[in-house]
């Protein structure tokens, strides 16, 4: 019975470690595409509709720095809105720059709630695997330890799903 739990649990630490590093490359990846895609929408607002020399310097800072959100901001609720709101052009980029940053959020949401849980049930695995010997004589304590396990590590691959949905998305 001993060893069947040491080799449960240290076989759950070891598949959510494995998983999480494959889908946090996939995201890393998406993450990058996402970033270039957001490029272009805030070059055409920082270079075609600022207000004045001094905006548009601080505007090629922010993009230099691609710092997105901030470029974002400014034209949809700042002092660059109503340069923003003149043309086709500029609104189509103001729009695609706001969906770019939701997704990139959202992936970003994702990916860190799949950390925290698979730190967690790996932390509990291992801990796990010191306490065996304490309750491998108690079948019920034993159940009710490699049912959690179980089902912490389907609630885990539940959300790698969820992120490879948004990676493929």
Same mark, same amino acid.
């Not at 019920?140 to 790698?160: F, H, K, M, N």
């Given at each position: ?15 959510? #470690?494995?998983? =999480?590093?494959?889908? &946090?490359?996939?995201?890393l ?10 490029? +272009?929408?805030? #070059? ?5 509709? @600022? /207000?004045?020399? !001094? +905006? @548009? ?9 691609? $710092?997105?959100?901030?470029? !974002?901001?400014?034209?949809?609720? &700042?002092?660059? *809105?109503? #340069?923003?709101?003149? $043309?086709?052009?500029? =609104?189509?980029?103001r729009? %695609? ?11 970003? &949401?994702?990916? *860190? ?10 932390? &509990?695995? /291992?801990?796990? =695997? ?11 304590? /034993?159940?009710? =330890? #490699? %049912? ?16 490879v *949905?948004?990676?493929? +998305?």
């Amino acid at each position: 019975m001993e060893t069947a739990l040491y080799y449960g649990f240290s076989t759950i630490a070891q598949t959510l #470690a494995a998983a =999480i590093a494959l889908l &946090g490359a996939l995201a890393l990846f998406r993450l990058q595409a996402v970033v270039a895609a957001m490029r +272009g929408p805030a #070059a055409i607002l920082t270079d075609r509709y @600022h /207000v004045d020399g !001094e +905006g @548009h310097e601080e505007l090629r800072r922010l993009l230099v720095a691609e $710092n997105f959100q901030s470029i !974002e901001e400014l034209f949809r609720t &700042g002092r660059y *809105k109503q #340069a923003a709101d003149i $043309n086709h052009e500029a =609104i189509n980029a103001r729009e %695609t720059l706001t969906r770019l940053l939701a997704s990139r959020s959202e992936l970003l &949401g994702a990916l *860190k709630l799949g950390l925290y849980w698979t730190a967690g049930v790996i932390a &509990g695995s /291992v801990a796990t =695997i010191f306490l065996v010997p304490m309750f491998a004589g108690v079948l019920w304590l /034993v159940a009710i =330890i #490699a %049912t959690s396990g179980i089902g912490l590590l389907v609630y885990c691959l539940r959300v790698y799903f969820a992120i490879v *949905k948004l990676v493929a +998305g």
